[in-house]
C-alpha cells in the first residue's frame, strides 16, 4: 500500500501587500497548525523548495505567511497557485481511529462478508461527522457516514474499509 509522503495544507491564492508575505487558502482542516508551522514545501508543479516560515497572520478564511529570506513581492508573485505542503512526519498527530483523507482516497471498500462493492472517492467533511462518497462496482455512488455503526473496519496497510450499509442509504 502506497502512503502519502506529503499532505497538502494550502494553496497560494496571492501575494499580500509588498514585502513578501502570501496569501494562502489553507487545505487542511485545521488552521490553527499553521501557529506551529516551522517549514513548509513549496511545489510549484516543476520543483519543490523547503522554505522556513518567518511568521504567520489569520485573515478571514486566509492565512497569511511570511517566509525567512523572501522579502519582496516580486519573489513571490511566481508562486501564485502554487501548493504548500508538509511532510508526513510534521504532519498534525493522529488520535485514535483518525486518519489522513490522503491515505483512505482509493481504498477498496468491502460490505461485511468483506467482499469488494465500490472505492472511496471522496471523504465530504459535514461538521458533524465526514461522509465517504463511494464509487459502487455497480454504478452507483453510496454517501456512506463515517460513523461506528457504518465504519467496521478501516485497513490502510491492508488497502481497504469494511463496511456496514445502514437501511436505506442505497435507495
Not at 517549514?39 to 520543483?47: A, H, S, Y
Amino acid at each position: 500500500m502506497y502512503m502519502e509522503a506529503f499532505f497538502q495544507i494550502g494553496i497560494i491564492t496571492s501575494p499580500h501587500g509588498l514585502k513578501g508575505e502570501v496569501k494562502v487558502f489553507p487545505t487542511t482542516d485545521d488552521a490553527a497548525r499553521y501557529k506551529r508551522l516551522k517549514e513548509v514545501i513549496l511545489d510549484t508543479g516543476r520543483e519543490r523548495l523547503s522554505l522556513g516560515v518567518e511568521h504567520v497572520k489569520f485573515f478571514k478564511q486566509f492565512v497569511i505567511l511570511k517566509f525567512k529570506g523572501v522579502d519582496d513581492i516580486n519573489d513571490v508573485e511566481k508562486y501564485r497557485k502554487a501548493s504548500l505542503l508538509v511532510a508526513r512526519k510534521d504532519a498534525v498527530p493522529l488520535k485514535r481511529d483518525e486518519y489522513y483523507v490522503a491515505d483512505l482516497l482509493g481504498l477498496e471498500v468491502q460490505n461485511e462478508a468483506g467482499e469488494g462493492i465500490g472505492r472511496l472517492k471522496d471523504v465530504m467533511e459535514t461538521g458533524a461527522n465526514d461522509v465517504y462518497v463511494i464509487d459502487l462496482y455497480d454504478g452507483r455512488e453510496l454517501l456512506l457516514p463515517a460513523i461506528r455503526q457504518c465504519i467496521l473496519a478501516v485497513e490502510v496497510e491492508a488497502g481497504y474499509i469494511r463496511i456496514h450499509i445502514l437501511e436505506g442509504l442505497l435507495e
